[in-house]
């Protein structure tokens, strides 16, 4: 959407506010309510905005901060990043969109996929995949390459109480971590099965399967680069 569409939008969004309510946010803001769909588009728009220039600092800094060069990204992935990393107003996300681009300038292991994961997750899922990452960084390394159909597991009740969420919070957060495939129930090699190499998974929060596309997400968005 260009900004003569968004303009529009917000002018006609301010039509169909009754009256008495187009004054009163007019008389609150000190604009009068012909004006208040155009500056509302403009605040947005400047919101977005600062939000960008945040995230490039922050880019520039952990590439200044690497002794990498940055280089062109591809449009694939450096407009959907900016575009939704520009609505995100929590500040540990924003440092993983920052992240995001500052890997995509100087590798090409940032997948469009982990931009359309990232905006999706709320602080507490984002808390744990950073959890996830910090963790794997302290067992294995800061380049640890997962050997088997998981990149590591942790334990539910551990997430639980370490970022205490409520039961609902919980699995709500499993829920769409499991959805987005960055964690999964894991699996076990069951003896009664004829070919006891196929994994049979079971649908469980009590040990929480970190994948690949969940290891290398979390390291995308975390490490430096």
């Given at each position: 959407?260009?900004?003569r ?12 506010i009754?009256k008495?309510v ?5 008389a ?15 605040t ?11 995230i490039?600092?922050k ?9 990498l ?7 694939k992935?450096l407009?959907?990043l ?5 609505l ?15 890997n ?7 997948r469009?996929?982990?931009i359309a994961?990232?905006?999706?997750l ?9 959890y996830?990452y910090?963790?794997?960084v302290?067992?294995?390394g800061?380049?640890f390459?997962?050997?088997n159909e ?5 334990e539910g ?7 205490g969420?409520?039961d609902q919070?919980?699995?709500?957060s499993?829920d769409?971590?499991?959805?987005l495939r960055?964690?999964a129930?894991?699996?076990?090699r069951?003896?009664?099965?004829d ?21 290398y ?5 975390n490490?430096?680069?």
């Amino acid at each position: 959407m260009d900004d003569r569409n968004a303009i529009e939008i917000a002018k006609e969004a301010v039509k169909q506010i009754a009256k008495p309510v187009q004054d009163f946010i007019g008389a609150v803001f000190g604009k009068p309510a012909n004006e208040l769909g155009e500056w509302i588009s403009d605040t947005i728009r400047g919101k977005r905005f600062e939000t960008q220039l945040k995230i490039f600092t922050k880019a520039r800094q952990l590439t200044q901060d690497s002794g990498l060069e940055p280089s062109a990204i591809n449009l694939k992935v450096l407009v959907p990043l900016l575009e939704n990393g520009s609505l995100e107003d929590n500040e540990p996300i924003i440092d993983m969109w920052a992240h995001l681009l500052a890997n995509a300038s100087t590798s090409d292991n940032v997948r469009a996929s982990y931009i359309a994961i990232l905006k999706e997750l709320e602080p507490a899922e984002a808390k744990i995949m950073q959890y996830i990452y910090n963790e794997s960084v302290k067992k294995y390394g800061n380049d640890f390459i997962p050997t088997n159909e998981y990149a590591g597991s942790m334990e539910g009740a551990t997430v639980r109480k370490l970022f205490g969420l409520s039961d609902q919070d919980f699995e709500q957060s499993i829920d769409n971590l499991y959805r987005l495939r960055l964690l999964a129930p894991t699996a076990s090699r069951l003896e009664f099965l004829d070919n006891k190499e196929i994994p049979f998974a079971h649908y469980s929060k009590t040990t929480l399967g970190v994948t690949y596309l969940g290891y290398y997400f979390a390291r995308a968005c975390n490490k430096s680069p």
